[in-house]
Structures are given as C-alpha cells and as structure tokens.
C-alpha cells in the first residue's frame, strides 16, 4: 500500500465515531441520482474497481468478473423530487454501458416500480432492454408488492423463485442469495423475512464451505439503521447467524435511497442510492419519503467516504458512482481493510 | 266574529301554533352525547395518519386522504377493511357499523399505524 493511500485511510479512520458510520460526512453527502456498484473478484477475493471514468483502466486487471448494482428504479414515480426517473434510470444504464469493463449481470435490488403497474414494469424493462449485461436479477420491494400482494411481481420477475420471490444462485464461486423481506409485513414492525424463508435460507447454506463468498442481497437493510423510520429488517438476526461461518459476507440492499455501510465481524452491509431520487439522512427530516434537492445539486456530486473494516483477511470493497460526477474513486484491498468514496464533483 | 270566537282564536290558535313550533323544533333523543358525525377523515402526510387515534359514534364512514408524496395503505389489523393502495389525493371510506377499537395499518410501511375507536 502507498504512503498516499495509507494516509487517505487513516484520515478516513479519524472520522468515524463508535459504530463505524460517519455521520457527519455522511449528511453533507446527500448525493442525488443513480449509482453503480461494482464488485470485481480477483483469484476469489472481491475488490473495488472504480465505475467512473478515471479508473476505467484498472478494471478487468486480474479480475475474474464484475457486477453492478442497480436500486430503487420506482418507475411511476412522478413527482416534484424527480419528474423523470425513466430518464435516469436511462442514465444509469448508459454510465454501465459505458464501462470498459463489462459486468457479468445486474442486480435490482427492489422497488422497481412506485405502484406495480403493468405499464411501470413495461417501461422497465423497456430501459433495461438497453443494458449491455443481459443477465437481471430482481428483489421485490414494497413498491413492487402492490398488486395482488406481488403476484404480478413474480410472474414478471419470479421465475424459479420461491415463496414470495426468494432464491440463490453461483456464479464463479460466489454464493448469491436473493431475500425477500417486503411481504407479509406486520403493524409497526420493520421489514421481515419470515419464517419459511429463514429455514430455506439455512437449509441452502448448509453443507457450503466456509471459504465460499456469500453475497445476500433484499430491499430493506439487514441491519437496523433507523427504526422509527422502519429501516431495518425485525427477524435478519436469525439470517445472519446462519452466514457468520463464513469468511466473506456482503450484504447489499436498497430502500433508503442512500449509501450506508457497516461492518460486523466478517459480514459487511452496504445499501445503496436510487436511480430516483434521495431521502433524507435518519432523523433529519419529519419522516422519510423523496427529498427534493436544487436543480443545481442534481448535476452536482456530494462526496462521502465510509471506511468498512473486515476482521478477516478477506474484504468486499464497494464503489458508489452518483450519474452525474466526473470522479469518484474507491480503493480496495485484500488485507481486510476497504475504502469506497465518492468525490464531490 | 263574535267575542268568544275572537277569544278563541285569539288564545288557541297561538297556543296551538305554539305548540306545533315546539313539536316541530324539538331536538331528536339521542341515546349517548358523544362527538358525533356522520362522516369524518383521518389525514395520511409524512408517513403517518393524523389524527392517529379517531373517535367516532357508530355508523360514522371515515375516509383516509392520502396527502402524502408516496403511496399508503389502510389496513385493519383484525382483518375488518383492507383499502387498495392509495397515491397522492386518493382516498379510502369505511362505515363503522359496530362499536369497538379498530387499530390499522399501512402494510407498505409498517410503522405507520392508527387507531379508530368506535362508540
């Protein structure tokens, strides 16, 4: 590691309170409008590679494969915060297409739709259509669950799925684990996986080696983040006690329409932006819900840097691209320690 | 008319008006003398229903308007109405023909709940 990059990290490191957010660089960073996410693997040990322009040339370099993440589309969605979300959904797929290294798939990690209609998941997929990665994989959210509570999600998206829209799949020695935690949910609860779906879950992680990657990835954040504000999944405790052998643990998930991150013991949460529109950092405003920012702020790149620490040696960097920045950077590496940042543009 | 028709219509009829005004204008009996109205709203904003406890007198219809920028639902937690989902300007109506409490939810956004007290 450089001198340079140690020093970034340690800067980072002095930033952090207790529980490893920090939240002050975090609520100056409300960045608008879409991200990418993507994840390379190198010899079986995830790395950051940057989405944006300037690294463009490291990608691909020893790595096995890369994948994007993709949020809170909310096609429908109509109103002051963002009165063309197809358009930058459009964006955020134009930004992957433009890659110099091409993601083996796409991950939509739920709200597709603002009111599962039929005609919202035409013009989805319409968008989608465009995308250089022809493999999708959906989670629903609580968007996608209006209709018939989510049939017509899983006829359009559920194929091989299970109960509500659950499943898994590997892809180069890496175990993905798509959940549903948006149905059946319960007054004044959170977001919840349920019982049947907790014993899939264990019955399908059994028997897999250690060494093997996980990635889960659902709509609402598997870890508690704000509770009054019902960001957090009630019974995701019983999950990730059925993950924690695992040497290498990523939780990606969406819902609140801005990037969070954490790190426990081997497992490592991040949630990302909206393609949408952002909400307001917890507690800052009277309740969630789309935040309208300046028209001049829609262009304009907040930055923000979260530093997640990996007990173990292995480490899933992540790197947020918000559509309109010209350079973000993120750094990554094996030796337990990632850094993902974004600058301000 | 002679003195005692002038009497009678002067002492009768006005009495017999009076009374007829007096039936006419009586209030109805009410059997309880709480805040009661035929219709009455319950306002969804900012993710939650205001007011979050409503009273109201049996066979009162409420109606939930959706003032907020996202879509909501209504949904008794026993089971009882159960509204589509609601966006901006939408509304939902239910008649609460029996007395009881009715707590409810949104079920898209679970930690919004309410309650309606029917007496």
């Not at chain 1, 996410?37 to 010899?43: E, N, R």
């Not at chain 1, 197809?86 to 798939?105: E, R, S, Y």
């Not at chain 1, 947020?320 to 920045?325: I, M, R, T």
């Not at chain 2, 026993?78 to 409810?104: C, H, I, L, M, N």
Request: aromatic share 8%; hydrophobic share 35%; with cysteine.
């Amino acid at each position: 590691m450089t001198d340079k990059k140690q020093d970034l990290i340690d800067q980072n490191l002095q930033d952090l309170n207790n529980d490893g957010v920090d939240r002050r660089g975090f609520l100056k960073c409300m960045a608008w409008a879409g991200t990418g996410l993507v994840w390379t693997l190198t010899g079986g040990i995830p790395m950051s590679r940057a989405f944006a322009k300037g690294h463009g040339k490291d990608a691909g370099k020893g790595g096995d494969f890369s994948f994007v993440q993709i949020s809170d589309s909310h096609i429908g969605f109509n109103k002051p915060a963002n009165q063309d979300v197809t358009a930058t959904l459009q964006k955020a797929i134009d930004k992957i297409n433009a890659m110099p290294h091409k993601p083996d798939f796409i991950i939509h990690t739920g709200d597709l739709s603002q009111l599962s209609k039929p005609s919202e998941f035409d013009t989805l997929d319409q968008v989608l259509k465009e995308a250089s990665a022809k493999q999708i994989y959906f989670v629903p959210g609580e968007h996608d669950m209006l209709a018939d509570n989510g049939e017509l999600y899983l006829q359009r998206y559920g194929k091989g799925t299970k109960g509500t829209g659950w499943y898994s799949f590997d892809h180069k020695g890496v175990h993905f684990v798509g959940l549903v935690n948006v149905a059946n949910l319960k007054a004044g609860g959170m977001g919840s996986l349920g019982h049947e779906q907790l014993e899939w879950l264990e019955d399908d992680l059994k028997g897999r080696s250690a060494s093997t990657p996980i990635v889960l990835f659902a709509h609402i954040p598997l870890w508690t983040i704000y509770p009054e504000w019902g960001w957090g999944t009630d019974d995701s405790e019983q999950a990730l006690s059925y993950v924690k052998r695992f040497g290498s643990v990523t939780a990606l998930n969406g819902h609140i329409h801005q990037i969070m991150q954490k790190v426990e013991g081997k497992i490592s949460f991040h949630t990302a932006m909206s393609t949408a529109f952002p909400q307001p950092a917890p507690g800052t405003a009277p309740s969630a819900g789309p935040l309208k920012v300046p028209a001049d702020q829609l262009q304009r790149v907040l930055g923000i840097t979260d530093v997640n620490y990996l007990v173990s040696g292995r480490s899933l960097a992540v790197v947020d691209s918000p559509l309109g920045d010209t350079g973000s950077t993120g750094s990554g590496s094996g030796r337990g320690l990632a850094v993902s940042d974004a600058t301000v543009g | 008319m002679t003195k005692k028709h002038v009497w009678v219509a002067g002492v009768v009829t006005p009495v017999v008006i009076a009374i007829v005004l007096l039936l006419a204008g009586s209030p109805s009996v009410s059997a309880n003398d709480q805040p009661s109205a035929a219709n009455a709203e319950v306002k969804i904003d900012n993710f939650s229903f205001g007011p979050e406890t409503l009273k109201v007198s049996v066979g009162t219809t409420v109606t939930w308007i959706n003032r907020d920028d996202i879509p909501h639902t209504v949904v008794s937690t026993d089971g009882v109405f159960k509204s589509k989902v609601r966006d901006t300007d939408e509304q939902f109506s239910y008649t609460f023909t029996k007395a009881g409490t009715y707590p409810y939810f949104c079920s898209v956004h679970p930690k919004m709940t309410g309650k309606v007290v029917v007496q």
